[in-house]
């Protein structure tokens, strides 16, 4: 395996009373891809979000167990310093209602570079990296909001780019995309996994398929609790999983 | 990859950023209860200053006129319950019936008439123009359409007529809210039962809208309490208890106006005061819990 | 055709009815108002009745100038007052406040939106005018734009305030977690991207509180003081301008309609008609920019 770069142990999420994620243990390897599937409900955006501590913005969270980044305590590094190693893409796209160059410059700007020589570079190295580049570098003013869902979507990636990450996380960030649109995304995530540790929640089993190194199976019983049932190379979860319930699920027997 | 800044400078920068949030942090904190504190000084002040001159004789006394100050202000609790009354007496059916035409026939004559279209938004902004109006314009127009034209003079009529167009917007507004959050679910299954529109309307859509109607209706309650410009140029100014509608009179507020611009007499003013204050503290209750009804009824079915 | 038929006919004429009235009143009163100027407008002219200073109705000279001046004047007093604290409270309202902090404030914001304005002027009157008056300079009565400012200051926060916390809760918590996501603290979050975002709506809720402080009546007659006099500093430092008394445009209606005939009459329904424009204008901007909020929200899903 690679190196490891982020790892929990036993780590627990409470929503309040609400046992959401109970004991995961998990090594996700550095500049891979890897996927979270399981049913909904089974807590996978939920860990997703602990990597940058999203978590921590709803009343009521609270966790127990060691989630460790590049071996350093996770809960002990400043939320905001986290977010800025640690990138995320959300479900939607949610570009600010801001010109394409601010939506980008936002992260650095906010980070405290104000060179706008640098910021210019960023901007364009960011889009380049995004796949977006030869589409909108003649409408840089025009607003992030009047581009389409797909390219508003790697708009958000080019955003989380920006700010330099070693990781990115991306909650079902082709789930509201048409199949062209998705094509797309899934190029662009392979192609950054070379740089970047890329960590993925999906509902589309053919999609982890296609884009992952790695999957990690999520399943709750009755009682709501996410468990991880298996975490492997992802050819050997789909083809050879060894337990039945993530056999059941890849074959759509449930979920 | 280059990283954007050294690691010193982005250290030092999260400092400051930091410390910037505490600070604008606790400025809103201080807002807030600036804002709190003021409410506290304003009614606090009324209350207990005013306090000092009310008791029962305060509130079952009529006020002495002239220039006394003296007396106390029962007359003045007469008039602005008649004014409430007829107010709201008028203004009730119309803004309620205007409301119902807005949000429940509007859709569907639209489409068969463009004229009917238009007339139905210039509707709407009126309402909006309506609710932008200062009072003391709604005076104006009092006086110059009723006290003198119609020759209504100071009167309770003069000044319920006004009183009724400044707090339309207000009863078509809420009414418009409250229909709005009617289920179109009920609508359907009372008209597949075939009951006419206004039966559906009637036996359906007003009761599961009536908490809504009713916290306008106290609204506009609240509004003619408190409001002055408009009855200072149309009721006139007399301390008499008015035996008809053709009487002129004076509310509470006017009353308190009078004691403390012509007579200074700041105490029995603030007594005054003290009592509308308590009034409308009442009515915001009463409104918080029609409104607490609404939700509750809305959310139990 | 059956009476429960006809009668369904007949409720929707009546309805339509109540309908139009709205139109029917804004027509009304835009045409009485206007009618009962128009002698002043005539007789006196346009020009000497908008940019004339003197108003002495007893030596037949109408100049409402001095009255715009003091609407305007108290109305940007307030404002310079009243913005800050009410902006404040919104974004304390809308991001920060815990809820139960939240379930306190905000019905203490509503009923500071009811308190009557006579009550209002008493506060300014007994309390604060004779704090004014402290204040040691020549001419000083202690009523005047300063006291009518902070007491207008005050009732136009909750307008603010209520108008700019609805816009800024308008705003997607999707821009909010995307924000934070990229390494923004809360601070920056609000400041960069929040309140952007619900600019027009805010923007908008002051626009209306200037509508409501042009409007004010009666608390303004309590404490401003009345003279009508152009307002000017009372000695050589500028800031005295605060203390001097003035006059509003809604004031110069109540205090004299109802004795005033003949052209004076008419030259205070020529204030109503000043009166009502300048607030059509304004709030007409306001639900300008209000309905551009809306657009911006719509389009969001591009």
Redesign the interface.
């Known amino acids: 395996m690679n190196n490891i770069k982020i790892e929990t142990i036993n780590y627990n999420l409470y929503y309040g009373k609400f046992h959401a994620l109970r004991d995961i243990n998990i090594k996700i390897p550095e500049k891979k891809v890897t996927a979270l599937i399981g049913p909904s409900g089974c807590g996978k955006s939920s860990f997703l979000r602990t990597f940058n501590r999203m978590n921590d913005l709803i009343p009521g969270a609270s966790m127990t167990g060691d989630v460790l980044i590049d071996d350093q305590d996770l809960f002990k590094i ?1 939320p ?2 986290l977010r ?1 190693n640690v990138g995320m893409v959300f479900q939607k796209p949610n570009p600010f209602p801001k010109t394409i160059f601010d939506n980008i410059a936002y992260g ?1 700007r ?4 104000k060179d706008h020589k640098k910021l210019e570079e ?1 901007v364009e190295n960011s889009l380049r990296s995004a796949a977006l580049w030869d589409e909108v570098k003649d409408d840089l003013n025009k607003s992030g909001l009047a581009l389409s869902g797909g390219q508003q979507q790697r708009l958000c990636i080019a955003r989380a780019l920006a ?2 990450p070693s990781v990115i996380l991306m909650d079902e960030p082709a789930a509201s995309l048409d199949p062209i649109a998705t094509l797309k995304i899934e190029d662009l995530i392979h192609e950054l996994s070379q ?1 970047y540790t890329i960590v993925i929640v999906t509902h589309n089993m053919q999609q982890a398929g296609r884009v992952s190194d790695y999957t990690a199976f999520f399943y709750t019983d009755e009682t709501r609790t996410g468990r991880l049932v298996e975490f492997d190379e992802t050819k050997t979860i789909f083809t050879n999983p060894s337990d039945q319930r993530t056999e059941d699920y890849i074959t759509g027997r449930f979920g | ?5 050294s690691e010193e ?2 250290e030092r ?2 400092k ?3 410390s ?2 505490k600070f ?2 606790a ?6 209860a ?3 504190s ?2 506290l000084l ?2 606090g ?2 209350i207990i ?1 005013g306090g000092k001159a009310v008791n029962w004789e305060f509130l079952s006394t009529a006020p002495k006129g002239g220039l006394s100050g003296e007396g106390g202000v029962s007359t003045t609790l007469g008039t602005t319950l008649y004014l409430v009354l007829l107010t709201i007496g008028i203004s009730t ?3 309620v ?2 409301a ?3 949000i429940e ?2 859709g569907e004559q639209s489409l068969t008439s463009p004229v009917l279209r238009a ?2 938004s ?2 709407n902004f ?5 609710a ?10 009092g ?3 009723f006290v003198s ?1 119609l020759r209504f003079g100071w009167s309770l009529l003069s000044a319920s007529l006004a009183g009724a ?1 400044l707090v ?2 207000t009863i ?1 507004r809420t009414t418009e809210e409250a229909l709005l959050a009617v289920p179109d679910d009920y609508r359907r299954g009372s008209l597949a039962l075939g009951a ?4 559906t309307l009637y036996k359906v859509v007003l009761p599961a809208s009536l908490p809504g109607i009713i916290t306008g209706v106290i609204l506009s309650v ?1 509004r003619v ?5 408009v009855f ?2 149309t009721l006139g100014g007399s301390h008499r208890l008015p035996t008809s509608i053709m009487d002129g009179g004076r509310t509470l ?2 009353h ?2 009078y004691l ?2 012509d007579t200074r007499a ?1 105490d029995k ?2 007594g005054t ?1 003290a009592v ?2 308590v009034m ?2 009442l ?2 209750l009463a409104i ?1 819990f029609v409104s607490r009804k609404l939700t509750a009824g809305l959310k139990g079915r | 055709m059956s009476t ?2 006809i ?2 006919k007949a ?2 004429y ?10 029917i ?2 027509l ?2 835009a045409f ?2 206007f ?2 100027s128009v002698q002043a407008w005539k007789e006196i002219g346009v020009g000497e009745m908008l940019f004339k200073r003197v108003w002495r109705p007893g030596q037949d000279q109408y100049g409402i100038l001095a009255m715009i001046y003091g609407s305007v004047a108290v109305t940007f007093g307030a404002i310079i007052l009243g913005v ?2 009410a902006l ?2 919104a ?3 809308g ?3 815990p809820t139960g ?1 939240r379930a ?2 905000r ?6 939106a ?10 300014g ?3 604060l005018v004779p704090m004014v008056r402290q204040i040691n300079v020549p001419g000083n009565s202690g009523y005047g734009l300063l006291a009518a400012s902070i007491v207008l200051a ?1 009732m136009i ?1 909750p307008t603010i ?1 209520s108008i700019a916390e609805d816009a800024i809760r308008a705003v997607p918590d999707s821009y909010r977690s995307g924000s934070l996501a990229l390494g923004a ?4 979050t609000i400041t960069k991207v929040v309140l952007p975002a619900g600019r027009s709506g805010i923007i908008a809720g002051i626009i ?1 509180g200037v ?2 402080a ?5 608390a303004m ?2 404490v401003i003081g009345n003279s009508v006099i152009f307002p000017s500093p009372l000695t050589k430092n500028p800031l005295t301008f605060f203390l001097s008394q003035a006059r509003t445009l ?1 004031g110069n ?2 205090v004299e ?2 004795y005033a005939t003949g052209v004076h009459e008419s030259a ?2 020529a204030t ?1 008609v000043v ?2 424009v300048l ?2 204008v304004v ?1 007409a901007s306001a ?1 300008w920019l209000i309905s551009r909020q809306s657009d911006v929200q719509t389009t969001r899903q591009g």
């Open positions: 400043d905001v310093s800025q650095p906010v980070n405290g570079l960023i700010v330099q740089n | 990859m280059t990283t954007l800044m400078a982005t920068d999260l400051m950023r930091k910037s949030q604008w942090f400025a809103t904190w201080i807002f807030g600036i804002t709190f003021i409410l304003v009614i002040y009324v200053q059916p119309l803004g019936g205007a119902i035409y807005l026939y509007a007339l139905i210039i509707a009126a309402v909006e123009t309506l932008g109006i200062p009072s003391i314009i709604y005076g104006l127009f006086y110059a359409l034209a167009c339309l917007p078509i006419t529109k206004w039966q609240g309490i408190s409001e002055t410009a200072f140029v507020a006017l308190l106006y403390a611009m700041f003013a603030m005061g509308l204050v409308i503290i009515i915001n918080d | 429960r038929m009668v369904d409720v929707k009546i309805l339509f009815i109540s309908a139009i009235l709205s139109i009143i804004v009304a009163i009485f108002i009618q009962e800050p604290l404040g409270t974004i304390f309202l991001e920060i406040a902090v306190v404030l019905p203490a914001v509503q009923l500071l009811g308190i009557p304005s006579v009550v209002y002027g008493l506060f009157m007994v309390v005050v926060l305030t603290t809360r601070w920056q209306l509508g409501r042009l409007g004010e009546t009666m007659i309590m809604t209606i109540a309609i109802s205070l329904f109503g009166l009502f607030i059509i709030n639900r």
